[in-house]
């Protein structure tokens, strides 16, 4: 299996500010995701990190509000640009294609956002 | 699009007593079934997978779910609940739709199993 961790953890930001999340693997995958839960509800998927390449973005999300970035096959980035407050949700990380385990998909612990 | 269905919100059980947990699926082609679990503040478990092969697929701490292909169902179960399997479980598909590899997910049951 591969281990995924996210930073920050949990964070409380202001209207109208950006915060960047970072997700690092620790082992090559060669899919990454980006996922929206709020609080005991479903997962919701933003985009698909592309390593080298721009994201692919879901139906309503765009790259303006939520860029993302792939440099390599452990490492990639969510920004929440111009948060208000229907931006508080949790944000999970996902990668999978891990070799041994190319069909399961495996999950970080997720960013408590909160925006006041 | 591929889709999967979990129509209970809650789901209440003893100790000891076994569980099941619902799931009904939507796709065009051979399915790839998933279930997670969620703890309170944790981020998503892998349980198990259905991707070919035979219907009754074992799983992470006891947990096992039929593929039935009449039904489109894969139902997760567990023949003994434990207090600690109150959690939250979501069945998920791969969705190959538009070049997608991603999961897609369920609404999510909550098990809650009483002492």
């Known amino acids: 299996s591969a281990v995924i961790s996210q930073k920050p953890s949990r964070d409380i930001c202001q209207r109208g500010t950006s915060l960047t999340i970072q997700c690092q693997v620790d082992?090559?995958?060669?899919?990454m995701f980006w996922y929206r839960q709020q609080p005991g509800q479903s997962l919701t998927l933003i985009a698909t990190?592309?390593?080298?390449?721009?994201?692919?973005?879901e139906s309503g999300f765009v790259i303006d509000k939520f860029p993302i970035s792939r440099p390599n096959l452990t490492f990639s980035t969510l920004t929440v640009s111009n948060m208000s407050p229907e931006d508080s949700s949790i944000y999970l990380c996902?990668?999978?294609?891990?070799?041994?385990?190319?069909?399961?998909?495996?999950f970080g612990p997720g960013t408590r956002l909160t925006v006041l | 699009a591929q889709s999967v269905a979990q129509p209970e919100d809650q789901v209440n059980v003893a100790e000891g007593n076994p569980l099941t947990v619902k799931c009904t699926y939507s796709?065009?082609?051979?399915?790839?079934l998933f279930w997670y679990v969620q703890y309170p503040n944790r981020g998503l478990q892998f349980l198990l997978k259905?991707?070919?092969?035979?219907?009754l697929v074992k799983g992470s701490y006891g947990f096992e779910a039929e593929f039935n292909k009449s039904q489109t169902s894969f139902h997760l179960k567990k023949p003994s609940a434990l207090v600690s399997d109150s959690a939250l479980y979501f069945c998920?598909?791969?969705?190959?739709?538009?070049?997608?590899?991603?999961?897609?997910f369920g609404s999510g049951t909550r098990l809650q199993v009483q002492p």
């Open positions: 082992s090559q995958v060669t899919m």
């Open positions: 990190a592309n390593q080298g390449s721009e994201a692919t973005y």
């Open positions: 259905y991707i070919t092969g035979d219907n």
């Open positions: 796709v065009s082609g051979n399915p790839y």
């Open positions: 998920a598909v791969r969705d190959f739709s538009r070049g997608r590899r991603a999961l897609t």
């Open positions: 996902s990668g999978g294609g891990l070799a041994g385990a190319v069909n399961e998909q495996f």
